[in-house]
């Protein structure tokens, strides 16, 4: 009786997805005590939250593709515009506060007190505003194809939707710490589109997949993807790293270094998980051999893990 | 397999040898050097004060000011960012002692850099100072002068945005 009862009690649904946000923010704190005496700035608590729902937006235009093969869709376009169009109203209002964020720190003013004037020439002037009015149009304009789509049930193609999505995403990184460097722009974006198309596609199938039958045709083919990711991830991320540390007493020595570790450790601990899921969960689900509710609970647990390693990621980014 | 595996590792090198080969990597702009240079005695105030960076720097929200051993504001005016260097005019200062440049700029990442370097003036000069930089600095950049605050506009955007995103998506009730 009382087992049931906490089993039901625990049982798992997609609004545990929700813990991903204080995942997140708990993978900036550990970097916040990592780094010390250095500091990731503030605004890497509201810039975790920006690509989780970034890379989440992005993972839902990805499962028409990853059911390419099947001869029926398992998840029909119609059911993809809502949930897309509200995670880009939520992540859209995220890119605001980055850039008033941002504009407040550029002109040394408060956020309350920042004249339009200034904030003009915030968005006209400096790279950092361009970049983040950029961002918002883009994810605004998600939102606003989604909700008409949804609204008119319309069959547009969810192409135009997935490049905004992995333009917002690449806008930061192309012009962050690496794009001082030759191809450094590009490997930033490599490595912020491969770590959104790792995370993202997951959490997209635990928000809709709740057939055994849907687990089995889409996450076979989410593996597929999910290992090139990690590929790119590895490579990009460690080429990014020797170049900025420039030496292996760096990666102690630094904030910058200390929090680089964690995120190996990260990536480790991640790999690994993978691997193993890759060898009994994904044979296993991919013959129907398992409850829809056994995938989910794996999805949401490993999305979890990994909205930590986002959260060390994005206090890495605004590390001096 | 083996082609691709070369030709990942080839790529791989390629771009380690690109980057490596692009000089010294930092994460943010550093100061290179600075006129008066950082810890040096100088006779006679400089025609401007300049701080050169490693990298170039963006125009827009630049300060750079030079304060004296009395408090007042040396420097003369907004100062001037042409590539890598940020100048302010100085000419010629006031009263003995330690002067301190201090800056704050924007790098090409996006981020502000800023920091101080001092320099000691052995020579007494007759030029006037400028104000106190504390309250001049608050007139200067208070926001209030500079056009109608920011933040109603952004809160109602985001609400309009927000309502006409939550009416759009409600749930179509009975209807269908």
């Given amino acids: 009786m009382a087992s049931a009862g906490a089993r039901r009690r625990w049982q798992i649904s997609p609004r545990w997805l929700l813990f991903a946000a ?53 998840i029909a376009r119609g059911q993809l515009w809502r949930p897309i169009a509200a995670l880009a109203g939520a992540w859209t209002l995220a890119e605001v506060a980055l850039v008033v964020a941002a504009a407040a720190e550029t002109t040394e003013t408060g956020a309350g007190a920042l004249s339009s004037t200034t904030f003009g020439r915030f968005l006209g002037d400096v790279n950092a505003g361009q970049i983040g009015g950029a961002t918002v149009a883009c994810t605004t304009a998600i939102a606003v194809i989604a909700a008409l789509a949804f609204r008119r049930g319309a ?11 992995a333009v917002a995403l690449a806008s930061r990184p192309v012009t962050g710490h690496m794009s001082a460097q030759t191809l450094g722009s590009l490997l930033g974006a490599a490595h912020a589109l491969a770590a959104a198309l790792w995370l993202g596609p997951l959490v997209a199938m635990a928000l809709l997949l709740r057939a055994r039958g849907a687990w089995a045709a889409l996450l076979p083919r989410y593996s597929e993807l999910a290992w090139r990711c990690v590929a790119v991830l590895t490579v990009t991320g460690v080429i990014d790293a020797a170049v900025k540390l420039g030496g292996v007493g760096a990666l102690v020595d630094t904030g910058y270094g200390r929090i680089v570790l964690a995120k190996t450790a990260a990536l480790l601990a991640l790999g690994a998980l993978g691997w193993w899921w890759r060898r009994t969960w994904v044979p296993a689900a991919g013959a129907h051999r398992m409850q829809a509710e056994d995938s989910l609970r794996r999805a949401v647990l490993e999305a979890l893990a990994m909205a930590v390693a986002f959260g060390l ?5 605004t590390t001096a | 397999m083996s082609t691709r595996v070369r030709v990942l590792a080839v790529t791989m090198f390629a771009a380690v040898a690109a980057l490596l080969g ?11 050097s600075s006129n008066p240079a950082d810890g040096s005695s100088v006779a006679v105030g400089p025609e401007q004060a300049i701080i050169t960076f490693n990298e170039p720097m963006q125009p827009s929200f630049a300060t750079l000011t030079v304060v004296g051993p009395d408090g007042n504001l040396w420097s003369k005016g907004e100062p001037t960012v042409q590539g890598p260097s940020v100048s302010v005019p100085v000419g010629e200062l006031g009263p003995t002692g330690d002067y301190t440049i201090a800056y704050r700029v924007t790098s090409a990442d996006g981020h502000p850099v800023s920091g101080t370097r001092t320099f000691t003036l052995t020579e007494q000069g007759s030029g006037t100072p400028g104000a106190k930089p504390g309250g001049d600095k608050a007139g200067a950049e208070g926001g209030d002068s500079d056009g109608l605050p920011m933040w109603p506009f952004i809160v109602a955007g985001v609400l309009v945005f927000g309502g006409g995103l939550a009416f759009a998506l409600r749930r179509p009730s009975g209807k269908s």
Avoid at chain 1, 30 to 55: E, F, K, M, N, Q
Avoid at chain 1, 155 to 165: G, K, Y
Avoid at chain 1, 313 to 317: I, K, T
């Fill in chain 1, 313 to 317: 990621a994005a206090a890495l980014a």
């Fill in chain 2, 22 to 32: 692009a000089g010294v990597a930092g994460a943010h702009a550093v100061v290179t």
């Fill in chain 1, 155 to 165: 069959d547009w193609p969810i192409t135009s939707v997935a490049v905004l999505a």
């Fill in chain 1, 22 to 74: 204080p995942a997140g923010l708990a993978g900036v704190g550990v970097a916040w005590l990592l780094a010390r005496p250095a500091s990731p700035d503030p605004s890497s608590l509201i810039r975790v939250l920006a690509v989780l729902l970034g890379s989440t937006v992005l993972g839902l235009t990805t499962l028409e593709w990853l059911q390419r093969s099947e001869p029926r869709p398992v």
